[in-house]
């Protein structure tokens, strides 16, 4: 089974998509911020992260930069949900971007070729 971390600060937003994941079968588990993130990243590595940009804490650059400074981490796949944008020196071939508002049927297919499988059921 997949694991998938979500980080972001709306818990309406982060549950939502928590359970619609969870629906699909995967091993899903929420934190609202970058260091709630890199915390439950050394309990339990993730086969990905969705994360927003915009949290208290710390945000989303400095999560995906210091994810990308750890050997550990580095090998993480990211999918950005943001209003925001990405700075442009974060942009790299296993960071994909959707931008917020975004449909849920969207996140869940990109979700899903991410981490190798074809669509979701729905």
Do not use: C, W, Y
Not at 17 to 33: K, Y
Not at 39 to 53: F, G, V
Not at 91 to 112: G, Y
């Amino acid at each position: 089974m997949s694991r998938v971390l979500i980080v972001d600060d709306e818990p309406d937003i982060a549950n939502v998509l928590g359970e619609l994941l969870g629906e699909e079968g995967l091993d899903v588990r929420v934190v609202h911020d970058g260091r709630q993130a890199l915390a439950a990243m050394a309990e339990q590595l993730p086969d990905l992260l969705i994360t927003d940009l915009m949290m208290p804490r710390m945000d989303g650059h400095t999560l995906i930069r210091e994810m990308r400074g750890s050997a550990a981490f580095r090998h993480i796949p990211i999918v950005v949900m943001s209003a925001g944008m990405l700075d442009k020196s974060l942009l790299a071939p296993d960071i994909l971007f959707v931008p917020k508002p975004f449909e849920l049927f969207e996140m869940l297919e990109r979700v899903a070729g991410l981490l190798g499988k074809q669509g979701g059921s729905r």
